[in-house]
């Protein structure tokens, strides 16, 4: 009903930057009514977890291990959901997962890679 598609991984020196993009299509209806986006990580040998969050209002919530150099934001007139992620460091390296719910759908992108060489 909902597709995400990310973009902008890729492969960075630690200290440098990265942006990613997730974009929502699909069911119109549901995509405007989106209330949280967000994104999550998963490394190799560990479980799934949050990195940001973002709500329809534009209220974001960070996991406190990108606090102060990620941000998380949100173009509902373009459907993309937004993660500037700065001073990169090599514990960062995973796959990222755009999410986005409405009521009880949670959907999920296929993930980027993001690595970070030290």
């Known amino acids: 009903q909902v597709q995400l598609v990310e973009s902008g991984g890729g492969l960075v020196q630690a200290g440098g930057s990265l942006r990613l993009s997730c974009k929502a299509s699909?069911?119109?209806?549901?995509?405007?009514?989106?209330?949280?986006m967000g994104w999550y990580r998963q490394a190799p040998g560990k479980q799934r977890e949050l990195v940001a969050t973002?709500?329809?209002?534009?209220?974001?919530n960070y996991a406190d291990s990108v606090k102060d150099r990620f941000t998380i934001s949100r173009d509902n007139a373009k459907n993309t959901v937004y993660l500037q992620m700065n001073s990169l460091k090599p514990e960062d390296t995973a796959v990222y997962y755009c999410?986005?719910?409405?009521?009880?759908?949670?959907?999920w992108g296929q993930g980027t890679q993001v690595t970070v060489s030290s």
């Open positions: 973002i709500t329809s209002g534009n209220s974001p």
């Open positions: 999410n986005a719910e409405w009521r009880t759908l949670s959907s």
């Open positions: 699909g069911n119109i209806f549901i995509i405007n009514r989106l209330t949280t």
